[in-house]
Nanobody, 125 residues
């Protein structure tokens, strides 16, 4: 079992920065990849970014490229999402997820085995 806990959400103004963290505990040594997803009110959960634990390769959805950066600290079993120049449309509950499967499809929610409880990010105009 793997336990994921997100933190760092809050209320920020448009154009500001925020850093989300996802701390993993439990049987994390076989982690293949981790990702961030978000869900806005009335909308489906969508992919934001993902990172391969070994090698650090990253992918992003187009709407956050050049603004968000995903990173990980292997020693701390923690993943981060650095959010710069946030926009009101970034408002959502942000979830982190982990997978142990060697998949090419890290942008798909069904690729993940474990999910965190989510952290709210609200961006005001």
């Amino acid at each position: 079992q793997v336990h994921l806990v997100e933190s760092g959400g809050g209320l920020v103004q448009a154009g500001e920065s925020l850093r989300l963290s996802c701390a993993a505990s439990g049987r994390t040594f076989n982690t293949y990849g981790m990702g961030w997803f978000r869900q806005a009110p009335g909308k489906e959960r969508e992919f934001v970014a993902a990172i391969r634990w070994s090698g650090g390769g990253t992918i992003y959805t187009d709407s956050v490229k050049d603004r968000f950066t995903i990173s990980r600290d292997n020693a701390k079993n923690t993943m981060y999402l650095h959010m710069n120049s946030v926009k009101p449309e970034d408002t959502a509950v942000y979830y982190c997820a982990a997978t142990f499967r060697g998949t090419r499809f890290l942008s798909r929610s069904n690729a993940y085995d474990y999910w965190g409880q989510g952290t709210q990010v609200t961006v005001s105009k």
